[in-house]
């Protein structure tokens, strides 16, 4: 065994000089493509969508509150009615500024293969704080530790571990 | 309307039927997997049951005391132990390689998911968590999940099945699912996506699945959390990514405004 491998600390080590890992989120966009390959269920899958449609109906009523006029039927109606409705939906599309979400999230991490991820969750909030005790507060390098950590851990587990920081009784290594 | 044919209305949803035998149609590939591998286990099982009995009903009526009353008196015989011995070996084979092979691939994660929810299970109801779209520790997509007690039941609702705010997920992509509870242990269970994942306090278990066709599908919860164990049922709603988007964002404006935040726990 030759010793200039990394340990997992080092690799993962924040250092002064932040060095760009390949481990950056991807885009979802591209697993939609590959998707088929991996469902061998789809021929079957296909013929059920059809009878499953009227079901939810109730349920989209009831979820969506009567002043947010959802985006997606607004768009459907745009082609087919005349300009007074293509108006009020832009209107509405002005006043709400809908804003678009990504479809990302914190990576599969080879340190985390298993199904138990609590220190998962762990990892990635102490790696944030401290990134952000070396950056500084607001290091734009350290928002996507933060957006990890969101991701992963429950409200209510930040909530206390911040509460444990600023008592300075939290047992991570910050 | 005739009130008997209102089962049909529910009949198109994934949820258990009255006297199902069967499995729930599968929309994911895990539980496409699942089935198959029953199929396959229950060849063999049908197999052995049938050269079992024969066996059995044969040495039974060949060695009656009456018809047979000093039977053969063979102690042994090569061929026949060496057959017994290989065959009883090499089925359990075709049993285990393939349950092997379903239980890594549904263990490991292999690609990034697209989105993580997390599935907070409490006495006795659910919160879920879709905090992908944070700025800060505060504010995030929570809501609760209760269920509808049977009196505000509507035509056509399962009973003990449907919930007041169902988890919204995107179709045909991969979603990681964080489970865990907030007090006893609970578990989050729906048959037709193929999961079942105990919820243990202190721990966060993550599942990962990718649903292959819009629908809605119906858990319960499977660990016996407390009294209320039966009234704590999961509802899944997959929708197409374009429409999930366009929803979740709906909900997150009323979050960034902060006034709407009491009308997300109604």
């Known amino acids: ?120 969750c762990f990892t990635r909030y102490v790696e944030y704080h401290r990134c952000i005790a070396t950056k500084g507060e607001d290091a734009p390098e350290c928002d996507r530790f933060a957006k990890y950590y969101r991701s992963l851990c429950p409200g209510e587990w930040i909530d206390r571990w911040n509460e444990q920081r600023e008592n300075g009784t939290f047992p991570g290594p910050l | 309307m005739k009130s008997k044919w209102l089962f049909l209305t529910i009949a198109p949803c994934d949820a258990a039927e009255p006297w199902q035998l069967g499995f729930q149609d599968a929309a994911t590939p895990m539980m496409q997997g ?50 017994r011995t290989i065959f009883p070996s090499i089925i359990p084979m075709f049993i285990a390689i393939p349950s092997f092979a379903l239980l890594y691939s549904m263990d490991e994660v292999v690609v990034d998911p697209a989105i993580t929810i997390k599935a907070i299970g409490h006495q006795w109801y659910r919160t879920y968590e879709y905090s992908d779209y944070n700025s800060s520790d505060e504010q995030s997509l929570t809501f609760d999940s209760y269920t509808i007690p049977e009196d505000d039941l509507e035509l056509g609702q399962s009973r003990l099945l449907e919930v007041d705010n169902r988890v919204l997920v995107p179709a045909k992509s991969h979603i990681r699912i964080i489970v865990t509870p907030a007090d006893v242990p609970h578990s989050w269970a729906v048959p037709s996506l193929g999961v079942k994942c105990d919820a243990v306090p ?56 902060g006034e709407a935040s009491a009308e997300m726990k109604e």
């Open chain 1, 1 to 120: 065994m030759v010793n200039n491998t990394q340990t997992l600390a080092e690799q993962y080590y924040v250092k002064d000089e932040q060095v760009k890992t390949d481990e950056v989120a991807k885009p979802v966009e591209v697993k939609d493509v590959e998707k088929p390959k991996e469902a061998p269920s789809q021929e079957a899958v296909v013929e059920k969508i059809v009878e499953e449609t009227t079901p939810i109906a109730p349920a989209v009523a009831a979820e969506k509150s009567s002043e947010v006029a959802p985006p997606a039927e607004a768009s459907t109606e745009e082609p087919s009615s005349g300009s007074v409705e293509e108006e009020n939906s832009e209107d509405q599309d002005a006043a709400e500024e809908t804003p678009e979400i990504k479809l990302e999230t914190a990576p599969a991490d080879f340190r985390f293969p298993t199904t138990n991820q609590t220190r998962h």
């Open chain 2, 202 to 257: 202190g721990r966060l278990n993550q599942i990962s699945i990718s649903v292959q066709r819009e629908g809605v599908y119906y858990g319960q919860c499977s660990e016996i959390c407390g009294t209320n164990h039966a009234f704590t049922p999961i509802v899944v709603e997959a929708v197409p990514s374009k429409d999930y988007g366009s929803r979740v964002s709906n909900q997150l404006i009323p979050q960034t405004t």
């Open chain 2, 34 to 83: 699942i089935i198959d591998l029953h199929h396959d286990i229950f060849f063999f099982l049908i197999l052995i049951l049938v050269f079992v009995s024969r066996i059995l009903v044969r040495a039974l009526w060949h060695f009656h005391y009456k018809k047979n009353p000093i039977p053969q008196r063979i102690v042994h015989g090569t061929t026949i132990e060496i057959l």
